[in-house]
Each structure stands twice: as structure tokens, then as C-alpha cells.
């Protein structure tokens, strides 16, 4: 069972134990800096490498060997000698480095001297007619369920969009048994060409022999539909068919159960930006990235950013952030420390990526919905609710929430916030970075009320509540 | 929706989803047992009361929102199976003393 | 360039009230505001129509109070007419609860001080033991000595009401030009033009209703609006199942299910962060009086900057230099929406303020040793 932090204070609090967390817990605590490791899940691995230690799916070649390099970075952050509490839920981060975590039911404040984030990445809402039909989930949520417990689709299942993690998991599951009956691609046709000119780079890079073979594996077994340039989920109360438009134009239904979306993965930005890290719109990635240095530290003193949460750069890219964060957090405690210098390395892993980032851009009508089409899941909010909004004035998220309660609900933004923002911008002829984004406060994730109860309080801070 | 793949040789956890006995793994999660349990386990929402099942499984989009052992609005796909647990499916607003 | 029969500097629940009311008697308004990221009380306050308490000090505050009170149904109805949109009035009277036996007694000492005010008659505000608590609001807990109730209390919807206000200003015609703040006003002829950095608005009227920042703008109009800010934090539950039947002065359910949690009061002027010492003492309070709240989860807080003039009551003015030039403020926006969109929307088409009614609310009244005392906010 999880217990609370031991100390009150850290030299690093590393926050998310995936590839860049792990990286940098291994290479901080080896170092001797006393390091906590707070991570939400119930092991080490972040989403890439999932259930690491836990997986059902043992034989090493259905996960494949970029999962399984995972291992080693688990076990080096596990005998590094710092402190590692999964289960753990960090919903407050100040500038000041104080972090509230809560674990099992009760909450605490701890201070750091630097704290790395490495909450990493989630995927990219992908808000078409009926995405919210029990049936319709995120290829990455069926692909959680196929790691951490060996569960594959056996109902009649469509999978939707584009990108490398498409392939990757319609691969696993696969080779799990699992069923699989259409695989639509969503790639425009004219991110090909747009991708040409970085495709030198792409072909050089990791990614590039692994893509090809998993590509072919899947259409071996499963007919593809390329450049889908529509998609709705249909049913009542659940999914039962989905329906898009080809290349040709032509209009196509099949019957599903299971509808599993992806049109890749933006960076995790709640908890930095309620701890007020600057942010700017990304015109490639199309999400919102941290303003940072070479070494990962962000606009606020002492936090830095590794991994995906810094702009996506998969698995790889993500363990020399984490090293690079950890050296800067290092030297700061140190300052005769020797520290390696990674840039080089970060720059392999980083080879490919404009490549990837051009050919894998959503299409605008994956990513900005009209009409009835669900926008904020939680506050039941439509595309039209938000243009009727602009209408009467709202000239941005935060007034837009004020109207319709968007991002009011318990996902805080997550599942609407880079729609909205999109989509005003859309409707107001600006561009996203004008629009801006939500102000994000703790708690960035909830907590019980009970827990904000039990938390010190002061003299001071009952007068200033209790008036008469 | 889901079956188990072969070779999962996971010890066996029970748990009780309205008052029925699931058979669950260790190592699942709430909302990975509801999944392969083949029964409904659809929520309704606090909103609309339309219907939901979890979309993202990784803690982010609050759509898996359950009763766990008398305690609502539980995220089950981040809470790990217990052997007796009671889970109940949501059915619109988090009720009082849940 | 457009002409305008009134310009309002200030999108906020006051600028909006009035502008709709001007609208709604057929005037050529525009609405300047600022845009997305700003300190709006509009969008931060604790959505109470409150009367109890309010005037000590000052009874012409209280009258003002009830008649806002009271002229609140109006004001739905007509926003729900127009708009389609349902603000969720709910004036069945509200509590302030007390923990323990010291904070009942400092609260009975409040209402006495109230009741021995002349003009506070009809105030109608009382003590309630913990027993007579219980038959209204059967979840309290042990802890709660009882409270006072006033009648008159309730609550509102009150971001539904900001977006019907905007709704409804945009049907009478009223131009919101959102993004547009105001750096200098001056007087030209007969008419005032108002500098934005996007171009200038001229119009024959002039009011000015952007909270705190009335004090600033006041002095280019011949008038002054001394501010004294505040701030509040606030922290909000998820939905759950309704409970509550009455509001509190310091929680109430919202007709969505989600539980608002309050509030404190800071010198503290920063609205980005957040004193985490005052969200443990709000947190307690409530699961202390209500217990059943302890395993809800808390889903935000906020903080917010309080528009307050300096002695806590409203300032209503208008310009002896500049004619044509008003100046409102207050905190309570919510509770007054009714009063701004009737009474002082009147008063501006007419041309002058009816002092009757608002004369107590002179600015002048700083000018004076004895403004300085009292507090219009609990």
C-alpha cells in the first residue's frame, strides 16, 4: 500500500514514472540528491511502457522490444534510493515548488528545491459526431487494457485515425488474437508531400524500419481504407455503426461495437500551467508547449519540464529529457557535480520527428467540430454552444467557461480545452496563441474535500474566513 | 467488447459489481474488469444522464466515473481490483453519503 | 464612426445590467470591456442575493438592498422572456450558520446592532437556535450552534445571469465590444470620446462601471470612486444530488449539483495564486457543518479580486464638471443586477440620478471625516 512522503522536503521531486520521470529518478538519486518520485498509476512506465513490471503479456515479442527496453530504466529508478509512491496524485504546484500529492485518501504539502515535471502526454481530443456512445474509446485506452491485463477486442471494431500509435497497437492486438475488422486512415493525402522535405530525416531515424514492418503486418491481416475524410460513431445509448467518406467521396457504413480513435498525442500542460509555466501555441504540433531552455527549465525558477509534457518526442526523446533535467537539477544542488552532456543524444532521438509531425497533422475537421458535435464531455457542451457564445461576446476560453461551464467539469479542460481554443480561434479569425487557453488552479486533479479540510491552517487564515 | 488473451496467468480476484460476483485479474483496474466483464456497465452522466463507459483509461477524461466500496465519482480506471470490492454503476449525480 | 446615446465602460454583472436596461428603453449603447484574461468579479463571485446583514452603518443601503431584493423576479422573468434562458432565482430565504456557542453569540450581538438601526425595519433578520436549524436543513451537523435567517435571502445562476444579460443586450441591440479597454476619456462638445487601442467611441453619455478600475477612471470625468479591493477564495465540489434547500453565506448548491465553498477576505491583490491555508479553513467549516460533504471531491478553487469601494457600500455619482458622466460601482453585482438594469438604467436615459433613491451613495461622502467608518460587507 502507498504511504505518504517521508520527508517534508526534497532536493528533486520528479512528478510521472514514465520514460523521462524514470530516467531522471535514476540519474538523481544516483547522483545522492534526495529524490521523490510521485506517480499517479499503481507501477512504473507512464503510458509507453505500461504495467512494465505487472504485464500479463510476457512473451517478449507481442509488446515488442521498444516496450521492453522499458524495463531497465524501471529497475534503475528502483535502485537508485529514491523515494518512488505510485498511487500518488500531485494536484498542486505553485511557484513557490510547494506540491500538494495525495495518497491514499489524505494529502500533504511538500517542498522541493527542484521539481521536474514528466506528466507526459495524452491523446488528442477527437471530437466527431457520437465520440461520446459508450462503444468509442481512444486506441491508447485499448491499448492500456492490452498491457496491464492482456485485453483485446473480440466484438466487431473499427479503428479510426492516423499516426504511429494506430499501427503499433492494431499490431498488438493482433498478435494478441484480438479482433479487428477496418483500420480507416484519417492522414490528409497532402501531408505526404508536405512531409517530403523531412522525410531524409525520417527515413534515417528509428522509427522509420519499425513503421514500414508494422504497417505491412497489420494490412496483412486487416483491410485498410486510406484518406478517410469524414467519420461519425452512430447508435443509441451505445455504438453501432460508423460511417465515413472516402477519398472518392463516397459515403460508407460498417457495423461496430468497439470504435477506438487516435490522431496522436499532445503534451499534459494542467499541472504546469496552473503552476504558471508559460506556454505558446504550437503551429506544428498544433498543442500547447512549455516556453523552455535546452535543458528543460521553464519560465518558473526551479521547474523543469521532461518527456512529452515538453513537446511530444516519444519514448526515447523523453529518456534524454529526463537525463538532461535531472543534470540541470544536479549541477543547481552540486555545482562541482559532473554532468554528462545528453544534447547529442537527444538530437538522435529526436531525428523524424518533423517528419512524423507533418504527415500525422490532424485534418482541420478532425479537430475542429461544427454543428451538434460534442466539444467539452463533461459539461455536455456543443460545438454550436461555443460559436453561439462568441456571438454574444465571449472572446476566449475563460469567458466562454463563464457562459457554458466549459472545462468546469471534472476533466478541467482536458478533453475540450485545444478544441475550444481552436474553434474560437476558427470563429474569430485569430490564431490559437491569441485565443489562449483556460486558467488552470488546483486541485488540478480532485481530491476530497475532507483532505483540503485536514491541511495546516493558520491564525490568519481563519480570521480572514471566519467574519461574524 | 473485450475478451482475455491466452497465457495470462494472473491470480484470480472476485469482485461484486451491483451485488454480482465478477471474476477479475489482479493487476485490472475497476474500469478494465467492468470491460471484460460482458455485463452493462454503462454510467449515466451527471449532466444529461446519457449513457458513458471510459473513453481514455489513463485518467483523464472522467468518463469512468464509478461507486467504489460506498464511495462515488471514484476514477476506476486508476484504482486496481481488491478481492470483494463492491462496485456500483453511476447513475447521474454523486448521490448524498456516496 | 457610430454615435451612441450612452457608452459603458465595463462588461461586467453591473456595466451589463445597465446596459440591458438602457437597452431594453430603447438606447443606443456600447459596452466596452476588456477581453479574456481580466479580474472579473462577474465571473468569480459567490452568486448570493443577500439582504441580511447588509447596511450596517448605513440604513439607506439596506432599503436599497431589499429593493434590489424584491425587484429580482423582474428581472428573471424578463431575462427568461427575452433570452430563453433560466437564471434559477431561488429566494426562500438563506442562512448564516454559526460553529460553537462564541460565534452564536457574536452573530446575535450582528442582528441586534441591525434591528436598533433606524431604517432597518423590515429586515426581518433572526436568530435561529440549532434545533429550528435542523427542521430546514436536516444534514447539518453537530457542530452548528444555529444562525441567523433572513427571509429575503436567496441565490441566483449568477453566470447564467452574466450570459443573459450579454444574450439580451445583443437583442435590444446593445453593441459589446469586447477587447477594448479604455485608456483616456475626455469631454468634447456634447458628447465624450473614449479612447480604446482599437480607435475611439464617442457617445453622449458616459458610465463608468469597470469596478476597481473606476478609480482611476473616475478623475477623467470630473469624479472620483475610491476603491478598496479584497480577495476571495472560493473552492467548488463536483455535482452531487441536491441537498440544500437554503443558501448560506458561505455555501450553496448550484442548480447544477456542484457545492461553492467560501470565502475569505485578503488584503492579498494577486488572483494567481492561491493561500492554501484559507482553503483548509474554508474545507473544514463546511464538512464541519454539513459532514456528509467530507468525501465529496473538491473540483476547483479560485480566487478573485473583489470590487469594493472603500467603506464596503455602493458609489453612485454623477459628473458636476463633465455632464453627462456617471460613475457605479459596488460589490454587491449580483444582489443590485435588478436595481441596475431598472432604476439606474432609468436614471441614466433621464440624464440624472435620482437622489431619493441613490442620493446616499455620493462619493462625497469620502470627503467627510465620518465616511470613513462602517463596512458594507460582512
Known amino acids: 500500500m502507498s504511504a505518504a512522503p517521508k520527508r517534508d522536503q526534497y532536493d528533486v521531486v520528479i512528478i510521472g514514472a514514465g520514460p523521462a520521470g524514470l530516467a531522471a529518478t535514476a540519474d538523481a538519486a544516483g547522483a545522492g540528491l534526495s529524490t521523490l518520485l510521485l506517480d499517479e498509476n499503481a507501477g512504473p512506465g507512464g503510458q509507453v511502457w505500461r504495467a512494465i513490471n505487472s504485464t500479463p503479456v510476457k512473451e517478449e515479442a507481442l509488446l515488442g522490444t521498444d516496450y521492453w527496453s522499458g524495463a531497465e530504466i524501471a529497475k534503475a529508478a528502483r535502485d537508485s534510493g529514491a523515494e518512488i509512491i505510485h498511487r500518488a496524485t500531485v494536484w498542486s504546484l505553485d511557484r513557490n515548488l510547494e506540491i500538494g500529492v495525495s495518497v491514499g485518501g489524505g494529502s500533504a504539502f511538500i517542498k522541493a528545491r527542484r521539481v521536474i515535471i514528466a506528466t507526459g502526454a495524452q491523446e488528442r481530443p477527437f471530437p466527431i459526431p457520437g465520440w461520446t456512445l459508450p462503444g468509442v474509446m481512444t486506441a491508447g485506452a485499448a491499448q492500456t487494457m492490452l498491457k496491464s491485463s492482456g485485453l483485446v477486442p473480440d466484438c466487431p471494431t473499427v479503428i479510426a485515425g492516423q499516426g504511429p500509435l494506430l499501427w503499433l497497437l492494431a499490431a498488438q492486438i493482433l498478435r494478441l488474437g484480438g479482433r479487428i475488422d477496418r483500420v480507416l486512415d484519417t492522414t490528409p493525402r497532402a501531408n505526404y508531400m508536405a512531409a517530403l522535405p523531412h522525410a531524409f530525416g525520417f527515413v534515417t531515424s528509428p522509427y522509420f524500419m519499425k513503421g514500414l514492418a508494422m504497417m505491412r503486418e497489420v494490412r496483412a491481416k486487416v483491410p485498410v481504407t486510406g484518406g478517410v475524410t469524414e467519420l461519425a460513431a452512430a447508435g443509441n445509448g451505445k455504438l453501432d455503426a460508423v460511417s465515413y467518406v472516402t477519398a472518392g467521396g463516397k459515403r460508407e457504413t460498417l457495423s461496430a461495437e468497439l470504435l477506438l480513435l487516435h490522431q496522436g498525442v499532445v503534451p499534459n500542460v494542467n499541472l504546469a500551467m496552473a503552476a504558471g509555466v508559460e506556454h505558446r501555441w504550437n503551429e506544428l504540433q498544433l498543442c500547447w508547449t512549455p516556453v523552455l531552455d535546452a535543458l528543460g527549465n521553464s519560465s518558473i525558477p526551479g521547474i523543469a519540464i521532461a518527456g512529452d509534457g515538453a513537446g511530444i518526442g516519444g519514448a526515447q526523446a523523453a529518456v534524454w529529457r529526463g537525463r538532461a533535467a535531472a543534470g540541470s537539477a544536479i549541477k543547481a544542488s552540486r555545482s562541482n557535480a559532473k554532468v554528462s552532456d545528453v544534447s547529442a543524444q537527444l538530437r538522435r532521438a529526436e531525428r523524424g520527428r518533423a517528419f512524423l509531425d507533418t504527415l500525422f497533422q490532424p485534418a482541420k475537421q478532425f479537430r475542429i467540430p461544427q454543428g451538434d458535435t460534442i466539444v467539452c464531455r463533461c459539461e455536455e457542451i456543443t460545438a454550436k454552444d461555443v460559436l453561439d457564445s462568441v456571438a454574444i461576446g465571449a472572446t476566449g476560453p475563460n469567458q466562454l467557461k463563464a457562459y457554458r461551464r466549459t472545462g468546469m467539469g471534472p476533466c478541467q479542460g482536458r478533453l475540450c480545452g485545444l478544441t475550444v481554443t481552436e474553434l474560437m480561434a476558427e470563429a474569430r479569425g485569430k490564431s490559437p496563441q491569441e485565443i489562449g487557453y483556460y486558467r488552470l488552479r488546483a486541485p488540478v486533479k480532485p481530491i476530497m474535500l475532507s483532505e483540503l479540510a485536514n491541511l495546516p491552517k493558520t491564525e490568519e487564515a481563519t480570521k480572514a474566513v471566519v467574519r461574524g | ?98 | 464612426m457610430k454615435d451612441y446615446d450612452v457608452a459603458i465602460v465595463g462588461g461586467g454583472l453591473l456595466g451589463s445590467a445597465i446596459a440591458w436596461g438602457l437597452g431594453r428603453l430603447g438606447q443606443r449603447v456600447a459596452v466596452l470591456d476588456e477581453g479574456d484574461i481580466a479580474k472579473r468579479a462577474s465571473r468569480a463571485n459567490f452568486a448570493l442575493v443577500w439582504v441580511q446583514s447588509k447596511g450596517l452603518g448605513m440604513p439607506a443601503y439596506t432599503g436599497w438592498t431589499v429593493r434590489g431584493s424584491k425587484a429580482w423576479p423582474k428581472l428573471a422573468e424578463e431575462l427568461k422572456a427575452q433570452t430563453g434562458l433560466d437564471v434559477v432565482l431561488q429566494q426562500n430565504g438563506g442562512f448564516h450558520l454559526t460553529l460553537g456557542e462564541a460565534e452564536y453569540e457574536q452573530r446575535s450581538q450582528l442582528v441586534a446592532r441591525m434591528h436598533n438601526q433606524t431604517g432597518a425595519a423590515d429586515y426581518r433578520m433572526e436568530m435561529m437556535p440549532a434545533a429550528d436549524v435542523k427542521k430546514m436543513l436536516p444534514l447539518i451537523g453537530p457542530e452548528v450552534s444555529g444562525g441567523s435567517f433572513c427571509p429575503y435571502d436567496g441565490h441566483v445562476n449568477s453566470l447564467r445571469t452574466f450570459r443573459a444579460l450579454h444574450a439580451g443586450m445583443k437583442a435590444f441591440g446593445v453593441d459589446y465590444l469586447p477587447e477594448r479597454a479604455v485608456s483616456a476619456i475626455v469631454r468634447d462638445g456634447n458628447e465624450f470620446r473614449l479612447a480604446t487601442a482599437q480607435g475611439e467611441i464617442r457617445a453622449a453619455k458616459v458610465v463608468l462601471a469597470a469596478g476597481n478600475a473606476n478609480a482611476t477612471l473616475a478623475p477623467m470625468v470630473g469624479l472620483s470612486a475610491p476603491m478598496g479591493p479584497t480577495r476571495g477564495q472560493i473552492v467548488v465540489t463536483e455535482r452531487t444530488m441536491p441537498f440544500l434547500p437554503h443558501p448560506l453565506t458561505t455555501i450553496r448548491q448550484t442548480d447544477e449539483g456542484t457545492v461553492m465553498i467560501g470565502d475569505s477576505k485578503e488584503d492579498e491583490l494577486d488572483d494567481r495564486v492561491q493561500n492554501h491555508p484559507i482553503n483548509a479553513v474554508m474545507s473544514d467549516r463546511a464538512q464541519r457543518t454539513f459532514p456528509h460533504l467530507a468525501r465529496l471531491n473538491v473540483v476547483r478553487s479560485w480566487t478573485g479580486i473583489r470590487v469594493m469601494p472603500k467603506d464596503g457600500f455602493p458609489i453612485y455619482e454623477q459628473s458636476e464638471t463633465h455632464s453627462g458622466a456617471f460613475v457605479a460601482c459596488c460589490h454587491s453585482g449580483v444582489t443590485l443586477a435588478a436595481n441596475h438594469a431598472f432604476e439606474i438604467a432609468r436614471m441614466v436615459k433621464d440624464g440624472a440620478l435620482d437622489t431619493e433613491l441613490v442620493g446616499a451613495f455620493t462619493a462625497k461622502r469620502f470627503e467627510t471625516a465620518a465616511g470613513a467608518g462602517g463596512s458594507g460587507y460582512y
Open chain 2, 1 to 98: 467488447m473485450f475478451k482475455r488473451a491466452d497465457g495470462d496467468s494472473r491470480r484470480s480476484v472476485t469482485i461484486h459489481v451491483e451485488g454480482q460476483a465478477v471474476a477479475a485479474r489482479e493487476g485490472d483496474t475497476v474500469s478494465a474488469a467492468l470491460l471484460a466483464s460482458g455485463l452493462d456497465v454503462r454510467r449515466a452522466t451527471a449532466v444529461s444522464g446519457a449513457r458513458r463507459l471510459p473513453y481514455c483509461m489513463m485518467g483523464v477524461c472522467f468518463d469512468c466515473l464509478v461507486t467504489i466500496d460506498g464511495v462515488g465519482n471514484r476514477q476506476g480506471c486508476l484504482v486496481p481490483v481488491a478481492e470483494g470490492m463492491q462496485i456500483e454503476i453511476q447513475k447521474g449525480k454523486r448521490e448524498i453519503g456516496k
